[in-house]
């Protein structure tokens, strides 16, 4: 590769151009790719079979192609696998039973289940696939791939149906109506997160049962953009209401009853009020009375009691604290050793010992 000869030239053919090392990527002249479209896959698939012979069907060559994902290399290899296991007659269920794929109309079945937010069908869809062997990985890539046609389809009505048959790409796209775009997105990115958890997980099985159900439920949560929807087609939907006249009812005329003539009152003769008895007038000599009544007079209006003198402060001695209590010497009971019978034993038994 340093210096070849001007007749030779190094061709070199990947799919994970990343893995090169920079050494010889800097050295070489890169070409990339693009992967062949699935029809044109299948047709060569066809034309290869009969060439050599080999009786193919077109379903079972699209499911080929399908598998391939794009890379022509790797369809002619698998078609060689079949012929080696199922001879010169290959269908549909051979290449199904050989690779664990997934029929297209095994998918239509799923996606429509997810569209009708049927969960009991779409959970005994994956039972069933995963019973038989299937690749569930392969079953969650179709139904992704058939939840981006329909999203493409919402938003360009002349997509086609990602090689799903006519008449149930029909039933897809008549369920996925009933939903806005923002909801198969949703759905689309759960599906998305569930193929991450289940590259690495060994029960793959579980993880797409969850998935399945989150994606449901997120079809059919209700978000704030749909309440407030309602209200605004509530609020167009409210037309002015027409005043309603009220006739008018007629009044019945009260019928005047004649009233019985009365005599006027007689008229009040004028008589002056009596006069209000006076107060008898103090008797001059009184002394206390007249006394008591100039107090009175000299006070100020609105004057308050004077306040009485508090007797003067007087600080208290202080306490002495008092003495602690004396102690009590106990006194010896000695009379217990005058006891005249008591000396006398003491005098008698003096210098023995007794056992």
Sequence with gaps: MEEPPPHVKFIFATTEANKILPTILSRCQRFDL????????????????KEEGVTLEETAAWAVAKGAD?????AQSMLDQLVSFCGNTITEANVLDVFGFTSREKVA?????LLARDTPTALSLIQKEAETGRELSQLLGELVGALRALLIAKLDPSADGEGIPADLWAGLVKAADAYPPDRILSAIDV????????????????????GL????QSLGEVRLSDVIKVLAKGADSLGETSAVTV????????VAEP?????PP???????????????????????????DSMIASAPEGSEPVPADEPPFRAEAPKEPPAPPKETKAVADDSFHHDPLIEHALTALEGRVVK
């Design 34 to 49: 693009r992967p062949i479209p699935t029809d044109l896959i299948a047709k060569h698939l066809l034309h290869i079979a």
């Design 70 to 74: 794009g890379g022509m290399r790797d």
């Design 109 to 113: 079945q799923l996606g429509g289940a």
């Design 191 to 210: 599906f998305a997160e569930t193929e991450g958890r289940m590259k690495w997980s060994t029960n793959k099985r579980l993880h797409f049962e969850l």
């Design 213 to 216: 159900i989150k994606a449901i």
């Design 247 to 254: 006739p008018a009812t007629p009044v019945a005329e009260a």
């Design 259 to 263: 009233v019985a003539e009365t005599p």
């Design 266 to 292: 007689p008229a009040k003769v004028w008589e002056p009020e009596p006069e209000a008895p006076k107060p008898a007038p103090k008797k001059p000599g009184d002394p206390i009375t007249s006394r008591f």
